[in-house]
C-alpha cells in the first residue's frame, strides 16, 4: 500500500509563490508515476501536473502552464510542486496523487492515480 505525505500549502498574496512537496512510501510497483490535482469549491478536480518517471513525461494542466514548475526525484519517490506568480483562480486543495502502469495517455486523467494523500489548502488572497 502507498501512501503519500504532503508538505507545504498555506495563504499567499496574489502574484506570490509556494512550494509544495510530497514522499511516498510503500512503492513496489514499476512505471510509477506521482503528481498534483487540485479541487476548488464547486468546481471538479482537475490536474494540476505529473510526470511519469519512466520515459520521464510531464504533464501541465493548462491553467497552470507557465508558472507551475512539477519536479522529483524517482529513486525517492518524491515529488515537488514549485508555484509561482499565483492568482486567486489557484485557490484549491492539492492532492498529491501517485500510481503504478500509468501509459503516458492517461497522465492527465484523475481515475489513474489509485492513491491520494490527504489534501493540502493553498490559499491566495490579499
Known amino acids: 500500500q502507498v501512501q503519500l505525505v504532503e508538505s507545504g500549502g498555506g495563504l499567499v498574496q496574489p502574484g506570490g509563490s509556494l512550494r509544495l512537496s510530497c514522499e511516498a512510501s510503500g512503492r513496489t510497483c514499476s512505471n510509477f508515476a506521482m503528481g498534483w490535482f487540485r479541487q476548488a469549491p464547486g468546481k471538479e478536480r482537475e490536474l494540476v501536473a505529473s510526470?511519469?518517471?519512466?520515459?520521464?513525461?510531464?504533464a501541465y494542466g493548462d491553467p497552470v502552464k507557465g508558472r507551475f514548475t512539477i519536479s522529483g526525484n524517482n529513486a525517492k519517490s518524491t515529488v515537488s510542486l514549485q508555484m509561482n506568480g499565483l492568482e486567486p483562480e489557484d485557490t484549491a486543495i492539492y492532492y498529491c496523487?501517485?500510481?503504478?502502469?500509468?501509459?503516458?495517455?492517461?497522465?492527465?486523467?484523475?481515475?489513474?492515480?489509485?492513491?491520494w494523500g490527504q489534501g493540502t489548502q493553498v490559499t491566495v488572497s490579499q
Open positions: 510526470i511519469r518517471w519512466s520515459g520521464g513525461n510531464l
Open positions: 496523487v501517485a500510481g503504478c502502469r500509468i501509459i503516458l495517455s492517461a497522465m492527465r486523467s484523475a481515475r489513474s492515480y489509485d492513491y
